[in-house]
């Protein structure tokens, strides 16, 4: 059987790679003030960069397309879901017969059997399945995401690598540059992350609009739009006829329950337009996707990312957008960082006596000139250390307040303490939250080499 | 430029990484929530639970018992799930009590604006639990997710404070049984 696979031979190598060569061995005045151009450029960029490609989705096809072809040579890929038969419109790696298969695996696999020389490490799980060191391998994380959370989560652990000297300066071996595309329907972004010098993702989440919810009661009472009749099947019915059964809109069967419901109160109501495919679309949000919208944003970002590691032109600052949808436009803006930003800042550096017990660490906040913060709860790495309220976290944190901090943050000598409270801000006193850099007197690196071990 | 040799360099020092584990992640709405959590200004008589134990306030649990207005002397317990992307989103607010009101349906479903279409990352639960609050103060007829009380309370105020202390007390209010909140 002719499939539709076979395909004419390969390039050669030193053919499939001559335009990208000229690109790398020839200077320019363009380029990065540390772009060092030469024949091996390329080689030497493929073999010792190791580059993450989150999502196998509709981004993440291209990405890995657009990567191998730009000379990465060590990529991994992850991603948890399975192909599905409505991706294959525009998901060009994925073939009929691979429904069902792990996206990351087999995007993995079909990008090496096109391009030799490629390795590709699927991960077919949850990013937050991965050990945080998984992540520090990468110098470059590239995002093909449709979700804020997963950004975000993506963003956190990147910035967590991240450290800074003395003077609050960000120090480049800790920093892990993130590459983050996303599509809906005709528009797009692709934005560079460098954390400690460009804006994390954190530090502009208020771009994004809210999602569009509907009140309940409207839902309930007078619905008007198909959408309404759907969410009402989704959010009020399901759980009055399936108590206690949660909804799985991957479940085809939920899916065709909310359906007729919705179907049902459209006709009671005299709504017409709810299909099985808009149930589907308002249920789990879709947005129709557009291929060439995610080709654009692929490419813009794949471009970034070579920029990034060879230095051959400069990189975006920060933030492009596109837009396809009233002719065509394309816009930079330079978006600036939350100065103490939570994930990405630097926080404020204090140094602790490995004896200081934390109630006399709540006292040093309340007089240390760049905080000034008094009734102060504390919080590391999730463990709530001290509630000021309300009084059942004051109870159960209590017994904490006369412990070292040293203690209570596990005997390592550098950490990043949360602090809320009253702290001055422009000669107001106001409601604060902060990062704090603690750091403890005479703990040598090497302890925490045996603490490690 | 990345400096190639370096990631080189950083490559072999891996294992030897003198700093450590890296951290663990507190997402930013655990840190927000944490704030929220430690800057709570409860209405009287308003208690907060965290099933979940101190280092897990994603889960929270606040029982009302309303001072004035219809629902005087009734316990009222709502359990709140803060989704990881708080406060863009909103938490889910679910009423555990089974409760005779205009604006909370009988699986628990609660029709405050704040909760959804007007849910704004300035808003914080302190704000929800006064809005609550105000919703067992002044139920209302407008926004109705039980109908028949929302009609009730419209219709025949005198009947609606009849059938709240019915529904509070243990009975049966239209066929429909509540147990005991007092």
């Known amino acids: 059987m002719?499939?539709?696979?076979?395909?004419?031979?390969?390039?050669?190598?030193?053919?499939?790679?001559?335009?990208?060569?000229?690109?790398?061995?020839?200077?320019?005045?363009?380029?990065?003030?540390?772009?060092?151009?030469?024949?091996?450029?390329?080689?030497?960029?493929?073999?010792?960069?190791?580059?993450?490609?989150?999502?196998?989705?509709?981004?993440?096809?291209?990405?890995?397309?657009?990567?191998?072809?730009?000379?990465f040579k060590n990529l991994h890929v992850i991603d948890m879901d399975t192909i599905d038969v409505s991706n294959l419109n525009r998901q060009f790696l994925f073939r009929v017969q691979d429904v069902g298969k792990s996206?990351?695996?087999?995007?993995?696999?079909?990008?090496?059997?096109?391009?030799?020389?490629?390795?590709?490490?699927?991960?077919?799980?949850?990013?937050?399945?991965?050990?945080?060191?998984?992540?520090?391998?990468?110098?470059?994380?590239?995002?093909?995401?449709?979700?804020?959370?997963?950004?975000?989560?993506?963003?956190?652990?990147?910035?967590?690598?991240?450290?800074?000297?003395?003077?609050?300066?960000?120090?480049?071996?800790?920093?892990?540059?993130?590459?983050?595309?996303?599509?809906?329907?005709?528009?797009?972004?692709?934005?560079?992350?460098?954390?400690?010098?460009?804006?994390?993702?954190?530090?502009?989440?208020?771009?994004?609009?809210?999602?569009?919810?509907?009140?309940l009661c409207t839902l309930a009472e007078t619905p008007r739009t198909a959408a309404h009749c759907i969410e009402y099947a989704h959010l009020i019915k399901w759980n009055e006829v399936h108590p206690g059964k949660p909804f799985d809109a991957d479940d085809a069967e939920h899916m065709q329950w909310i359906y007729s419901e919705a179907l049902k109160r459209a006709e009671l109501f005299g709504i017409s337009g709810v299909t099985y495919s808009f149930t589907q679309g308002v249920v789990k949000n879709i947005i129709p996707a557009i291929a060439s919208t995610n080709a654009v944003v692929s490419a813009a970002c794949a471009l970034e990312a070579l920029k990034l590691i060879s230095g051959c032109s400069k990189t975006v600052s920060n933030y492009l957008t596109y837009n396809g949808l009233?002719?065509?436009?394309?816009?930079?803006?330079?978006?600036?960082?939350?100065?103490?930003?939570?994930?990405?800042?630097?926080?404020?550096?204090?140094?602790?006596?490995?004896?200081?017990?934390?109630?006399?660490?709540?006292?040093?906040?309340?007089?240390?000139?760049?905080?000034?913060m008094s009734r102060a709860s504390v919080t590391h790495e999730g463990d709530n250390l001290y509630m000021q309220s309300p009084e059942v976290l004051e109870q159960m944190t209590r017994s904490n307040l006369g412990v070292p901090m040293f203690e209570l943050v596990k005997g390592v000598a550098r950490a990043t303490v949360h602090v809320t409270g009253m702290a001055e801000n422009n000669g107001k006193k106001a409601s604060s939250l902060r990062k704090l850099r603690v750091v403890f007197k005479g703990v040598e690196e090497a302890s925490r080499m045996d603490e490690s071990s | 430029m990345l400096n190639l040799f370096k990631i080189k360099g950083q490559k072999k020092e891996e294992t030897a990484n003198t700093n450590g584990r890296p951290p663990k992640k507190q997402s930013p709405g655990e840190l927000r929530l944490h704030k929220?959590?430690?800057?709570?200004?409860?209405?009287?008589?308003?208690?907060?639970?965290?099933?979940?134990?101190?280092?897990?306030?994603?889960?929270?649990?606040?029982?009302?018992?309303?001072?004035?207005?219809?629902?005087?002397?009734?316990?009222?317990?709502?359990?709140?799930?803060?989704?990881?992307?708080?406060?863009?989103?909103?938490?889910?607010?679910?009423?555990?009590?089974?409760v005779y009101h205009p604006n909370i349906d009988l699986e628990g479903n609660v029709c405050l604006n704040i909760l959804r279409e007007d849910w704004k990352p300035?808003?914080?639960?302190?704000?929800?639990?006064?809005?609550?609050?105000?919703?067992?103060?002044?139920?209302?007829?407008?926004?109705?997710?039980?109908?028949?009380?929302?009609?009730?309370?419209?219709?025949?105020?005198?009947?609606?404070?009849?059938?709240?202390?019915?529904?509070?007390?243990?009975?049966?209010?239209?066929?429909?049984?509540?147990?005991?909140?007092?």
């Not at chain 2, 704000?127 to 028949?148: A, K, R, S, V």
Request: aromatic share 8%; net charge negative; glycine share 8%.
């Open chain 2, 122 to 182: 300035v808003l914080n639960i302190n704000t929800i639990i006064y809005g609550l609050n105000l919703l067992f103060m002044q139920p209302n007829d407008e926004d109705p997710l039980n109908h028949d009380a929302a009609v009730v309370l419209r219709d025949d105020p005198q009947k609606f404070q009849r059938n709240v202390q019915t529904a509070m007390s243990g009975g049966y209010v239209d066929k429909v049984y509540f147990p005991r909140c007092k």
């Open chain 1, 2 to 71: 002719a499939s539709p696979d076979e395909e004419p031979a390969a390039p050669t190598e030193p053919e499939r790679w001559r335009d990208l060569d000229m690109l790398l061995s020839r200077p320019g005045n363009l380029v990065d003030a540390n772009f060092d151009p030469s024949p091996g450029l390329r080689d030497m960029m493929g073999s010792l960069a190791e580059v993450l490609v989150v999502g196998a989705g509709g981004l993440g096809c291209e990405l890995l397309k657009d990567l191998a072809l730009s000379g």
């Open chain 1, 103 to 215: 996206k990351a695996e087999v995007a993995a696999k079909r990008v090496m059997e096109r391009v030799s020389g490629v390795s590709i490490v699927p991960h077919f799980c949850r990013i937050e399945d991965k050990e945080i060191e998984f992540y520090s391998q990468f110098s470059i994380i590239v995002l093909g995401l449709d979700s804020i959370e997963a950004r975000s989560y993506i963003n956190s652990v990147a910035c967590g690598f991240l450290e800074y000297d003395s003077d609050d300066k960000p120090i480049p071996e800790t920093v892990k540059h993130m590459v983050d595309g996303g599509t809906e329907g005709f528009k797009g972004h692709a934005r560079l992350i460098i954390p400690g010098t460009t804006p994390c993702f954190e530090c502009n989440i208020w771009l994004f609009p809210p999602q569009v919810k509907f009140p």
């Open chain 2, 36 to 98: 929220d959590i430690a800057e709570l200004n409860l209405p009287k008589k308003t208690r907060v639970t965290f099933p979940n134990g101190k280092d897990n306030l994603m889960n929270i649990e606040v029982s009302l018992r309303p001072d004035e207005g219809y629902y005087v002397g009734g316990i009222f317990v709502f359990t709140f799930e803060v989704p990881h992307a708080y406060p863009h989103e909103p938490p889910k607010v679910k009423c555990k009590t089974k």
């Open chain 1, 326 to 372: 009233d002719g065509t436009h394309i816009n930079v803006s330079d978006f600036a960082r939350v100065k103490d930003c939570l994930v990405c800042g630097p926080g404020t550096l204090i140094e602790l006596d490995t004896l200081t017990t934390l109630s006399e660490f709540i006292k040093i906040l309340e007089e240390h000139p760049k905080l000034l």
